[in-house]
T-cell receptor, first 118, second 113 residues
Framework: AQSVTQLGSHVSVSEGALVLLRCNYSSSVPPYLFWYVQYPNQGLQLLLK??????LVKGINGFEAEFKKSETSFHLTKPSAHMSDAAEYFCAVSARNAGGTSYGKLTFGQGTILTVHP | EAGVVQSPRYKIIEKKQPVAFWCNPI?????LYWYRQNLGQGPELLIRYENEEAVDDSQLPKDRFSAERLKGVDSTLKIQPAELGDSAVYLC???????????FGQGTRLTVV
């Protein structure tokens, strides 16, 4: 069964500082991986995704994430935090079989609330 | 391109009353998801459709929840009767199909009093 763990329910950084949000997955075959952001009273917005190919993926708003199979991780980073980055971030996985076919189920982590201080 | 549309945005009902949520997915998206998000938690899948077929409803509390997706487009999620513990945000999402990502609507915030 697929599962995803986000380490740290709250992360606080200063404006201009590095943002690092951690995500680890558990799956017998490396899954498809996604990061979503949720602003208050809004739905989830896709930040970036990893399906195949380059393990370092770039997303919107200056975010990027690196898939590391050996560490079963997909951590989200941004070099310089902005006040507008304050939101809740969710890592999600979609398991697939060894042939690469997705099972279609999208499973989310518990979320990490990012606070950015001036 | 219009996004996923959900209605209503907010709903307050008394316990034991019925409630229904409506979702219009992005045009052409065959996969439709209903998620429930409790306060401070990640979304949890209730049901997933591929066209008209519910392919994963293992987490749907079938004694009180029902869903339908007629003609493989719009979908309705119903709760009858509602309980206090059903208070949550109900999110609808659609996708062209895995592994392509899902796109979410703004959600319906349900409060049961």
């Amino acid at each position: 069964a697929q599962s995803v763990t986000q380490l740290g329910s709250h992360v606080s950084v200063s404006e201009g500082a590095l943002v690092l949000l951690r995500c680890n997955y558990s799956s017998s075959v490396p899954p498809y991986l996604f990061w979503y952001v949720q602003y208050p009273n809004q739905g989830l917005q896709l930040l970036l995704k990893y399906t195949t190919g380059a393990t370092l993926v770039k997303g919107i708003n200056g975010f990027e994430a690196e898939f590391k199979k050996s560490e079963t991780s997909f951590h989200l980073t941004k070099p310089s935090a902005h006040m507008s980055d304050a939101a809740e971030y969710f890592c999600a996985v979609s398991a697939r079989n060894a042939g690469g076919t997705s099972y279609g189920k999208l499973t989310f982590g518990q979320g990490t609330i990012l606070t950015v201080h001036p | 391109e219009a996004g996923v549309v959900q209605s209503p945005r907010y709903k307050i009902i008394e316990k034991k009353q019925p409630v229904a949520f409506w979702c219009n997915p992005i045009s052409g998206h065959n996969t439709l998801y209903w998620y429930r998000q409790n306060l401070g938690q990640g979304p949890e899948l209730l049901i997933r459709y591929e066209n008209e077929e519910a392919v994963d409803d293992s987490q749907l509390p079938k004694d009180r929840f029902s869903a339908e997706r007629l003609k493989g487009v719009d979908s309705t999620l119903k709760i009858q009767p509602a309980e206090l513990g059903d208070s949550a945000v109900y999110l609808c999402a659609s996708s062209p199909g895995p592994p392509r990502p899902a796109f979410f609507g703004q959600g319906t915030r349900l409060t049961v009093v």
